[in-house]
């Protein structure tokens, strides 16, 4: 079990990390900036990361994993036989949760490259991974890139509008991109 004080210097940390980098940017700040806004040392910091690198790598890789599981979560109630609405009605909260209640985290972590990993491609890749189980058969190449790009925009509407979308006005606007190709 991890001690109280490590737990929350961590939590200061990332706090003061995300708080910079959509304050400032990710290359205007420095671990002394981030240590500074945390109140707490340099080598404080580097007991928990190795630089600002490894501590943006670490948030990604973390909320990456956090959506890969309620995907995952979402594959399991579908394969119980549950309909989408209750579906809905079940990973709503979560939904919430991974995207909502860590909507600053998004935002600044969205901003970051390092190297080709991103956060926008570790949940494509995740999409990706899993787009055939999520809409139960082979799909085309096309239809994979159309899927994503879907996910991806409702991702997008949720962090701008701050709620998750009424998943029947969805439908309803995907009936009516079936018409405008009609």
Wanted: net charge negative; glycine share 2%.
């Amino acid at each position: 079990m991890t001690d109280l004080r490590i737990r929350r210097t961590e939590i200061a940390i990332k706090r003061s990390f995300i708080d910079l980098v959509n304050q400032e940017g990710f290359n205007a700040i420095s671990v002394t900036k981030i240590a500074e806004n945390a109140m707490i040392n340099r080598l404080t910091f580097y007991k928990h990361y190795a630089d600002k690198y490894d501590l943006a790598e670490k948030l990604i890789k973390s909320l990456s994993a956090d959506y890969r599981q309620a995907v995952e979560k979402r594959i399991q109630l579908m394969d119980s036989g549950l309909d989408f609405g209750e579906i809905i009605k079940i990973m709503t909260p979560e939904l919430k949760q991974v995207f909502l209640n860590q909507r600053d985290t998004i935002k600044a972590l969205n901003t970051i490259q390092i190297g080709s990993l991103t956060l926008q491609s570790e949940i494509k890749t995740i999409i990706s991974d899993n787009i055939d189980q999520l809409t139960h058969h082979e799909s085309s190449v096309l239809e994979k890139a159309i899927t994503l790009s879907l996910f991806l925009t409702i991702i997008n509407y949720v962090l701008e509008q701050e709620k998750i979308p009424n998943y029947h006005e969805i439908g309803q606007i995907l009936q009516n991109m079936q018409h405008y190709f009609s």
